[in-house]
């Protein structure tokens, strides 16, 4: 989601006044300081002068401070001064960034809390009907009537930590307003707990239910045509972007990593293409799928002596594009520093002007997914039934102009619900890319300046940054982003080299640390 008036100059004049001490004028006096009676005759002789006691040179500075010391005493004063408006500014600086970073936290952990929610009661109402359907089409022996009743009861266990998670939520927050902006850190901080403690509760409930459904599934649609063809559909989704993988990693020193990504495409292309392949069959190769281009993935990033599991990373993302000259610039400034950045490009701005600017993205090593057709929020494209040309239509402009499939879909305004969720794992084979920084450089008012302070308050190991690269002042920001970053230590990379693994779909991407399971 993001001057201090120094004084100095005249009092520092006037120390002098106000202590009585010696002024730019006090030579020069005014008035005699002879009586008028004592005043001697011209004609009068001279008295002869008289010797007179040496005056102690200290008791003389003490009286009579010279310039220099004058100059000393301003000097010093006006240094405490700095010193201690500089001591301010940077108390005020720490306050503003602790809330900042508390507002961005309730955003993050408010949303993932809500999703999570909404998966899991999703998940249940699957666990329910399968328990139905088996108990109405089969009559199981004694150890499949053990794996029916261990998912009846993991359903039910479920049910009642949302139950749970949503009285201690309510108890302690507003879910509607307990992320205004203008709150105190303290109480934004206290929204944080509420809803992390709750995600939490929530989020080894997802494991369990599809670790308790997948043998009841595997035996209840074994030859379901229906629920064959969603498997299928499933693994045909994520196989371009995954033969993209393999082709991008000729050079890997690792071959046998590669290969192994190899084979595990052509197991899979073989089982969809099989009328005959069991539901688990079918499972079993999407799993293999997925854990064979994370070694790969894991594999690149050793080569690349990336270890975010190590050390800090960041991944910077960028929006609304392409725009043929501020993206130009972004993208220059990336590759001019030996940086790498995640792409998210609005399917209507893809014309004969912006295509190269993709290219771009992609012969540099930075992946472009999807935001969309035309910048719509995720649940009102549900709504309207609009899925294929805001979702299908975009990745496939996006793919045609980058020679890449599309496997992450940043969603407009951080806008998703569980039924965006489930199109894109099932139809597009696409994560979500959500962030936990906001650089706010879409607001009104923001300049180069406050988007480099924001970001750079803001970060952490393991975070998403959202910015947008048709802004100017962002444009002009990244070169002091990212020197601040890497003196900071840290090392930016794309959302892949963030997490080590290959995008899942239906997953939602917060950071390294905070990512939803489908």
């Not at 009743?149 to 949302?162: D, I």
């Not at 293409?273 to 799928?289: I, K, M, V």
């Not at 012969?363 to 057709?373: A, D, E, I, K, L």
């Not at 930016?492 to 995008?503: A, D, F, H, N, S």
Request: proline share 5%; with cysteine.
């Amino acid at each position: 989601m993001k001057g201090m008036h120094r004084g100095g100059g005249d009092s520092g004049r006037n120390v002098g006044k106000e202590h009585g001490m010696m002024t730019d004028h006090d030579d020069l006096p005014t008035h005699s300081c002879v009586s008028a009676g004592h005043v001697q005759s011209k004609s009068q002789p001279r008295p002869q002068s008289q010797p007179q006691p040496a005056q102690s040179p200290i008791l003389h500075s003490r009286s009579h401070p010279t310039s220099r010391t004058l100059v000393r005493r301003v000097v010093a004063a006006l240094v405490i001064m700095t010193l201690a408006g500089s001591t301010v500014l940077l108390g005020c600086l720490s306050a503003y960034a602790w809330y900042r970073r508390a507002l961005a936290d309730c955003v993050e952990w408010g949303t993932t809390y809500r999703l999570i929610d909404e998966h899991v009661a999703a998940l249940t109402d699957q666990a329910d009907a399968l328990v139905a359907r088996d108990a109405a089409e089969s009559r199981p022996d004694n150890s499949e009537a053990r794996e029916t009743q261990r998912l009846r009861t993991v359903a039910a266990g479920a049910s009642k930590q949302r139950r749970q998670a949503d009285m201690a939520v309510h108890a302690i927050t507003d879910i509607q307003v307990s992320c205004a902006a203008k709150q105190s850190p303290v109480a934004l901080h206290g929204h944080v707990e509420a809803f992390r403690d709750a995600s939490n509760r929530l989020r080894p409930e997802i494991g369990c239910i599809h670790s308790a459904f997948e043998p009841v599934a595997a035996r209840v649609f074994e030859h379901d045509p229906q629920v064959r063809a969603a498997v299928v559909n499933r693994i045909r989704a994520v196989m371009p972007g995954m033969r993209a993988l393999y082709r991008d990693n000729t050079g890997l020193r690792d071959a046998g990593t590669r290969s192994g990504l190899h084979k595990a495409l052509t197991q899979a292309a073989s089982a969809a293409d099989n009328p005959g392949s069991t539901y688990r069959t079918l499972a079993d190769a999407e799993h293999t799928l997925f854990a064979k281009a994370d070694a790969l993935i894991r594999a690149r990033n050793a080569e690349r002596g990336i270890d975010c599991g190590r050390t800090a990373c960041v991944a910077l993302t960028f929006d609304d594009g392409p725009r043929a000259e501020t993206s130009r610039r972004v993208v220059r400034t990336l590759r001019d520093k030996g940086d790498r950045a995640t792409f998210f490009a609005v399917g209507g701005a893809i014309n004969d002007a912006t295509i190269p600017v993709l290219r771009d993205d992609t012969r540099y090593g930075m992946p472009v997914g999807s935001h969309t057709m035309s910048h719509t929020d995720l649940p009102a494209i549900m709504q309207a039934g609009t899925e294929r040309q805001e979702f299908d239509d975009a990745a496939a402009r996006i793919s045609e102009a980058t020679g890449r499939p599309v496997n992450l879909l940043r969603p407009p305004h951080g806008a998703a619900d569980e039924a965006s969720r489930r199109y894109l794992a099932n139809h597009l084979g696409a994560g979500i890319a959500l962030y936990d920084v906001d650089s706010y450089d879409w607001a009104a008012g923001a300049s180069a300046r406050s988007v480099q302070w924001k970001v750079t308050a803001q970060a952490r190991p393991g975070s998403i940054i959202l910015m947008h690269d048709i802004q100017e002042h962002t444009a002009a920001a990244l070169p002091h982003i990212l020197d601040a970053l890497h003196a900071k230590g840290y090392r930016t990379v794309t959302i892949e080299e963030l997490t080590g693994q290959y995008p899942r779909p239906g997953y939602v991407y917060y950071s390294r640390d905070n990512i939803i399971p489908w």
